[in-house]
Every structure is written in structure tokens, then in C-alpha cells.
């Protein structure tokens, strides 16, 4: 009962509030995964989600606390590379589980 309730608030947040790009400024972005890999809908996809959505409240967390442009980039950089390893992660579960996966981009 108790991991249904939480795929059903992973899911409803995610619809909601899960970025399409996350970047700052237009100099970089990384694309979040709107939908998972083959439409499997399985504990790796609400991992990532969940990944996506504790990497998003650090990033809040890390730019609420910055004092200059340095930990403001700081705190971007870090939030890009936990998006990218959160897809990596991801990717390698589905790719164990024979799915076949693209991408993470990471550039202009």
C-alpha cells in the first residue's frame, strides 16, 4: 500500500513539476526524461524520478544559500551532473533488463 502511494505522488509530481531542460542560462542544459525508456513503467523510472525531484530541491536548497556568482555556479553545475547521473543510472537498469535506451544531453 505504502510504495503505491508513493509511485502515485512520484507520478503526480512528476507530471507537474519535473522540468523539461534544466540549465543555467542558455549555455547548457540537460534534458530530463518525460517518459520512461520502451513505456516500462517499473521501480528504475519512479528511481529516476525520484532522483530528478531530490536533485531539483538541492538545487533550490544550494541557490537560496549562494552568496555569489561562484556558488550560484557551483550549485548549477552540481545539479547538472546529479541529472546526468541520474539518467545514467537509469539507462543501465533498462539496458540489464535488455531495453534499449538514447540519450543525455549535455551541451549548447
Known amino acids: 500500500m505504502r510504495i ?3 509511485i502515485a505522488s512520484l507520478a503526480i509530481i512528476s507530471a507537474t ?3 523539461a531542460l534544466a540549465h543555467n542560462g542558455t549555455e547548457h542544459h540537460v534534458e530530463v526524461r518525460e517518459e520512461p525508456i520502451a513505456g516500462q513503467y517499473n521501480k528504475f523510472w519512479y528511481n529516476y524520478l525520484a532522483d530528478i525531484l531530490e536533485a531539483d530541491k538541492e538545487l533550490k536548497s544550494d541557490l537560496r544559500r549562494a552568496t555569489d556568482e561562484e556558488d550560484t ?3 548549477w ?3 547538472r551532473n546529479e541529472l546526468v547521473d541520474a539518467d545514467s543510472d537509469y539507462v543501465e537498469e533498462m539496458r540489464d533488463r535488455n531495453f534499449r535506451a ?3 544531453s549535455v551541451g549548447k
Open 4 to 6: 503505491t502511494a508513493l
Open 17 to 19: 513539476t519535473s522540468p
Open 73 to 75: 555556479r557551483d550549485a
Open 77 to 79: 553545475e552540481e545539479y
Open 102 to 104: 538514447v540519450r543525455v
